[in-house]
């Protein structure tokens, strides 16, 4: 008889799988209604529906990795290990902010675990993973062994940016350890995808500069498991630089307070309904009784209580010291 | 006989004009209400998978896609079909396909009027189960596919759903896929004449169309029965998820069984093509038995399982397939793989049969038509 694990990852995997997804929703959701209460400065564009993709790619990386990010950058940050209570004072613009709280929520980085960056300039992070991936590719020469690999994540409008497809270029010639994924969630802001992209296939992006590229349902945590786990093998060995498609839905607006006036009508309650990655993942592995309720409510607690003691110390935590302004401004690697 | 003295309805006769002027600008045809009407399911996902990654396997981009589908429409305006009922997407094929359509408007050039289906598109194969029911609901004459195995599963098993085999609408496939056992490779303009000699009435199903066997399969459990089909291939293998669907890895494989399986067939099919070779119009299928155990393989078969991928694979047994005999998979839990794709999970207490069924649905046999139309002078143009 095989045991009642049917999936491609041993059981506490799963439940890492599950504890850094829900993390990721617990955190989206509960910024959702602190941003409303005018409690948080700046902008914040939530991950909450997309959390199967961050963890699905993120469970095959280690802290060598690097990735660099969007404007919607918590899930990246959280399933790349970035501390969640740092992640919280940096939103809240405050010191011991994964940043001092001098860069907020679209500047989040943490270079010890290979988080380059959320960044606030659309398709900019493209450049930068070039830039890792060829450091990464020269280590691995002197080394040897298996290199380290970069990850860009865009969204389908960041795509359009000449930024990125440069980048493809860049990478194709130089033959680099990158994967360029591309976060589909069917709009750009509010533009829908097939509105304002020429040729909507971003495979066919991909193709045009010699990349091998595939489409994975992004809300589907095991196909983006097994799918991103090829295109980074591929790129560790030697294979070069691909890019992976994740179609995927996003819960709220692009930024809190949109109104999503260009949804249509039920799209919302559909998507959260039929598409929530969380609960099909959570269907799935409960229904294969790879892992029980209660350990799943166990992780549920946990997180709970952890985003409820990063709000805590967020909001107790003083705000930067004035004489701070310039510090960290330039880095040494 | 002739084209133009073939029924044409009375008001093209702008389209006879283009026999005499066959450079452009070509004068644009009309619809009327009553005009032969021909549905066209384009999947613009098909070819995205992960064997792009670990195979080298092609990448049809969009654009082609697109220029797959204007060659078909210029040769269906050609044989009179002034109606084609389109399959709508967010992925691309119906913005461009828009765009290029306006283009040809101005350019005066020959065009059927291309309506899209009343559908939301979901961006799953959903979309092409709703596209097939409507299609088959707005009384199309026949539909032109273009995807892989499974998107031409997907239209099988919507057109087929309750309908008398006898009756359901025939489809012509083309090769957009990854892999491409059941869609033959065909150039689209030819496929674009031959459908619209059968949906014009010129050619007579007799004439036109092909019957093609299917492989039911039924997993059965103590809360029912789940149903689901495959043209070509259904696999089993020991895998126990769905994943990234492809199914490309040999380790695991158990058994596949095979409606038809051609020598030079790239997929699965190829084990029984390279074993046993069965023609897709010849009665029964086969069934093999794979030898994951060492101790239980006859011998190894070296087969093109998936694009670019030639593995050894270990070979336990193979057996006829007689139409309408059940075969019961003696595996533990698993997957059934259907054409290619991971698609049916089952566990411990489940039982999964296979069953071939033939005359299962029609086909629009190019080759045939162009044949017999070639032999019968219909493509001779009166002076």
């Given at each position: 008889m095989p045991d009642n694990n049917p999936f491609p990852l041993p059981k506490d995997e799963l439940l890492d799988a599950y504890r850094r997804m829900r993390t990721i929703r617990e955190f989206e959701e509960r910024l959702h209604v602190d941003f409303a209460r005018g409690d948080i400065p700046g902008f914040v564009h939530l991950y909450a529906g997309e959390e199967a993709a961050a963890v699905g790619i993120m469970k095959h990386l280690w802290d060598g990795d690097h990735i660099a990010s969007t404007h919607r950058g918590h899930g990246h940050c959280i399933a790349k290990g970035v501390d969640v209570v740092a992640m919280m004072k940096e939103i809240y613009g405050k010191k011991g902010g994964a940043c001092e709280g001098k860069g907020g929520s679209m500047h989040i980085a943490d270079l010890s675990k290979g988080m380059m960056g959320a960044n606030g300039i659309l398709g900019a992070g493209a450049p930068l993973v070039c830039g890792a991936a060829l450091a990464a590719k020269y280590r691995a020469k002197q080394k040897g062994g298996p290199s380290d690999v970069a990850i860009s994540f865009v969204g389908d409008g960041a795509s359009n940016q000449g930024t990125f497809l440069e980048s493809l270029n860049l990478a194709a010639v130089w033959n680099l350890p990158a994967i360029f994924v591309v976060e589909n969630n069917g709009y750009a802001e509010s533009t829908a995808r097939d509105y304002g992209t020429a040729v909507d296939s971003y495979v066919d992006r991909a193709a045009g500069f010699g990349l091998p590229g595939i489409t994975v349902d992004g809300t589907d945590f095991f196909a983006v498991y097994e799918a991103a786990g090829e295109v980074i093998r591929r790129a560790r060995e030697g294979g070069g630089p691909s890019l992976l498609e994740c179609k995927m839905v996003r819960f709220h607006g692009h930024f809190e307070g949109d109104a999503q006036t260009y949804r249509a009508k039920g799209e919302l309650e559909d998507i959260r309904a039929n598409r929530d990655c969380l609960q099909r993942f959570t269907q799935a592995i409960l229904g294969a009784k790879a892992v029980s309720e209660a350990e799943l409510q166990a992780i549920d607690r946990d997180v709970l209580g952890l985003i409820e003691r990063a709000v805590a110390e967020a909001k107790a935590a003083p705000p930067p010291d004035a004489a701070d302004l310039t510090t960290d401004v330039y880095v040494r690697y | 006989m002739c084209l133009s003295s073939l029924g044409f309805p009375a008001n093209h006769s702008d389209l006879e004009a283009t026999h005499d002027m066959p450079s452009p600008p070509l004068p644009r045809t009309t619809a009327t209400p009553d005009a032969p009407l021909v549905g066209l399911i384009a999947n613009?996902?098909?070819?995205?998978?992960i064997r792009r990654i670990v195979a080298n396997a092609s990448n049809l981009q969009l654009a082609d896609r697109v220029n797959i589908v204007l060659r078909a429409l210029a040769t269906l305006a050609a044989t009179g079909v002034t109606r084609v009922l389109m399959m709508p997407d967010r992925a691309g094929i119906r913005a461009m396909l828009s765009r290029h359509l306006q283009r040809e408007h101005n350019l005066q050039h020959a065009f059927p009027q291309v309506e899209f289906l009343d559908l939301e598109p979901t961006s799953t194969v959903d979309d092409t189960f709703l596209a097939a029911r409507l299609l088959r609901e707005a009384g199309a004459a026949a539909i032109i596919v273009l995807g892989g195995d499974g998107t031409h599963r997907a239209v099988v098993r919507e057109l087929i759903a309750g309908a008398d085999s006898s009756t359901a609408i025939p489809i012509a496939g083309l090769s957009t896929g990854t892999n491409n056992a059941f869609p033959e490779l065909r150039e689209s303009s030819v496929v674009g004449l031959a459908v619209g000699l059968y949906a014009t009435g010129r050619l007579s199903a007799e004439q036109a169309l092909a019957p093609n066997k299917l492989l039911d399969v039924s997993i059965q459990s103590g809360d029912g029965i789940r149903r689901d089909i495959a043209l070509v291939d259904a696999a089993i293998s020991t895998d126990r998820y769905i994943g990234a669907r492809a199914l490309w890895k040999p380790e695991g494989l158990h058994s596949v069984f095979l409606t038809f399986a051609e020598p030079h067939a790239i997929g699965l099919s190829s084990i029984g093509g390279l074993l046993a070779p069965i023609a897709r119009d010849a009665p029964g299928g086969l069934a093999v038995r794979l030898a994951a155990d060492p101790a239980r393989r006859q011998f190894g078969l070296l087969a093109p399982i998936a694009p670019g991928m030639a593995r050894e694979i270990g070979i336990e047994q193979f057996e006829p397939m007689p139409a309408g005999r059940p075969f019961a998979v003696d595996l533990d839990a698993g997957v059934v793989a259907l054409d290619g794709e991971r698609e049916l999970t089952f566990k411990s207490g489940e039982r999964v049969t296979v069953t071939l069924r033939e005359n299962a649905f029609r086909t629009v046999d190019i080759a045939r038509c162009m044949r017999v139309a070639a032999t019968a002078g219909l493509f001779r143009l009166c002076s």
């Open positions: - | 613009p996902v098909s070819a995205r998978d």
